[in-house]
């Protein structure tokens, strides 16, 4: 089955204490994309990957690193969150599309509820 | 600035009736256009899409959304609502499949359908 998943599905830790989030797909997708989502503002893009060893920020990227050192894995790091941190993260992948004016949209992971105290 | 705004926070509709969740956009050139739906505790589903070609768009669990450009609008409908249609919807747009960076998908804020019975 194609799908985008993501570990843990939930996590609760403390300020400070570093965490990974990992996410795979199995669809052979170039891009790859982090996303956080809070009440009232929708979901906002964190990180994104065109492909291995090529990533860049998105709109929100402070306190956040990625890595793409294979194509089906994109794991989200927070090396030191803070309560602001707290929120649910998706990961997303798509086949990479520019030039050809077409695009086929996002297959999400079912998502990751993050809560730093 | 480009941007994509869902003006209803929440939608309330009677078993039965028509549903509309309102969708505008504000980008130069030609967006592609998506509905997500989430339901609790769950990721994001894809509903349907807008890349070229009618207007009208059919897509999953009898939703459909009108592509308008003079308006830059996407509305997504339905017939007759269901209580299980009782979800978070976003409105999502890539604002350009061509130039660097852009498989980035940009979401609205969300609307919360809740159908009654």
């Known amino acids: 089955e194609a799908q985008v998943t993501q570990n843990p599905r939930y996590l609760i830790t403390v300020t400070g204490k570093k965490l990974t989030v990992t996410c795979s797909q199995n669809m052979n997708h170039e891009y790859m994309s982090w996303y956080r989502q809070d009440p009232g503002l929708g979901l906002r893009q964190i990180y994104y990957s065109m492909n291995v060893e090529v990533t860049d920020k998105g709109d929100v990227p402070e306190g956040y690193k990625v890595s793409r050192k294979e194509k089906r894995n994109f794991p989200l790091i927070l090396e030191s969150p803070s309560p602001n941190q707290t929120s649910l993260y998706f990961c997303?992948?798509?086949?990479?599309?520019?030039?050809?004016?077409?695009?086929?949209?996002?297959?999400f992971g079912s998502g990751t509820r993050l809560t730093v105290v | 600035a480009q941007s994509v705004a869902q003006p209803e926070d929440q939608v309330n509709v009677a078993e039965g009736n028509p549903l509309t969740v309102k969708c505008t956009y504000s980008?130069?050139?030609?967006?592609?256009l998506f509905w997500y739906v989430q339901y609790p505790n769950r990721g994001l589903q894809f509903l349907l899409k807008?890349?070229?070609?009618?207007?009208l768009v059919k897509g999953s669990y009898g939703f459909e959304a009108e592509f308008n450009k003079s308006q830059t609008s996407f509305h997504l409908k339905k017939p007759s609502a269901l209580v299980s249609d009782s979800a978070l919807y976003f409105c999502a747009v890539i604002f350009s499949a061509v130039t660097g960076g852009g498989n980035k998908l940009t979401f609205g804020t969300g609307t919360q359908l809740k159908v009654e019975l």
């Open positions: 997303a992948s798509s086949l990479s599309t520019r030039g050809q004016g077409y695009h086929y949209g996002y297959t």
């Open positions: 980008v130069s050139g030609n967006p592609y």
């Open positions: 807008y890349i070229t070609g009618d207007n």
